[in-house]
Nanobody, 120 residues
Framework: QVQLVESGGGLVQSGGSLRLACAAS????????MGWYRQAPGKQRELVAE???????NYADDVKGRFTISRDNAKNTVYLQMSTLKPEDSARYYC??????????????WGQGTQVTVSS
């Protein structure tokens, strides 16, 4: 079965940085776009960033210029470099793998999440 395992979360002060990683296995990694989502208590899960199979990037407006998503296909890993963190970035961050186009809903996988807490 497909497995996505996130790491790198933790507690950081406002203005600090963290790098999240998501290691994928039992998945043809290059055939999937990869994304990071986050969910804070009482709020809906929201897209933070995604990178397609061809390298096209998409970021939420409030993280542009602060977060960077990247993928290392040789390592089957996607990263989220987070800088200038703010308390409002605090959430559980989830890794997502998705098939392109119309197959996105049919082939869509999630990791267990990793907690990010930014103190003020």
């Amino acid at each position: 079965q497909v497995q996505l395992v996130e790491s790198g979360g933790g507690l950081v002060q406002s203005g600090g940085s963290l790098r999240l990683a998501c290691a994928a296995s039992r998945l043809t990694f290059t055939a999937y776009g990869m994304g990071w989502y986050r969910q804070a208590p009482g709020k809906q899960r929201e897209l933070v960033a995604e990178i397609t199979t061809s390298g096209i990037l998409n970021y939420a407006d409030d993280v542009k210029g602060r977060f960077t998503i990247s993928r290392d296909n040789a390592k089957n890993t996607v990263y989220l470099q987070m800088s200038t963190l703010k308390p409002e970035d605090s959430a559980r961050y989830y890794c997502n793998a998705f098939a392109p186009g119309s197959l996105r809903s049919q082939y869509n996988y999630w990791g267990q999440g990793t907690q990010v807490t930014v103190s003020s």
